[in-house]
């Protein structure tokens, strides 16, 4: 009985993943899990105190604690810093204190975990921002391009491989 209700067990806990994944195709288009709530000490900013303080970009600070990737995807402000989250402590002795500063992450969760730890360390950190909450209020966002690799680079490469090429 007890090998029994133990594989009975095993088949439905290997079973679950696959018939959510169906359950999640078969219906319509699936939605993002709802957004955890802001628990930090940070205020969570709104699109229109973001507004004014991208209207003074010498006295603000943008730190985007997200991964490249993720502000190459989604887009950022236009006076950002980029330290991912985990890397913030060491960058501490780099960043500004006589800026205001405002931390971005997606929907603020990170933002607000970081501007936490930069307040406590005794910077001027006015708030948190999501990058997609600030969207979704209407405000536009800065869409970052990696850039492609510059043409003069690639014909130097050429002629230099071409110059050392043997006469015969």
């Known amino acids: 009985m007890k090998n029994t209700t133990t ?11 696959l018939a959510f994944a169906a359950d999640a195709d078969a219906g319509k ?3 993002a899990p709802a957004a955890r709530p802001y628990t930090y000490k940070t205020p969570k900013l709104n699109r229109a105190e973001i507004d004014a303080l991208l209207a003074k970009p010498e006295q603000v600070l943008f730190i985007d604690v997200r991964r ?3 502000i190459s995807k989604i887009g950022t402000f236009p006076v950002y810093l980029n330290v991912q989250i985990d890397e913030l402590d060491k960058a501490l002795p780099f960043i500004p204190k006589e800026r205001s500063i405002v931390t971005v992450s997606n929907h603020a969760g990170r933002a607000g975990k ?3 730890l930069l307040a406590e360390k005794g910077f001027k950190v006015v708030g948190a921002i999501g990058s997609q909450n600030y969207e979704e209020e209407g405000g536009k966002i800065t869409k970052i391009v ?6 003069e680079e690639h014909a130097k490469e050429q002629e ?3 110059g050392h090429k043997h006469k015969g």
């Open 7 to 17: 594989a009975a067990l095993l088949a439905l806990i290997l079973a679950a993943p």
């Open 68 to 70: 490249p990737d993720e």
């Open 146 to 151: 990696p850039p492609a690799p510059k043409p």
């Open 114 to 116: 970081s501007a936490d």
């Open 29 to 31: 288009k699936t939605e």
């Open 160 to 162: 230099h491989s071409k």
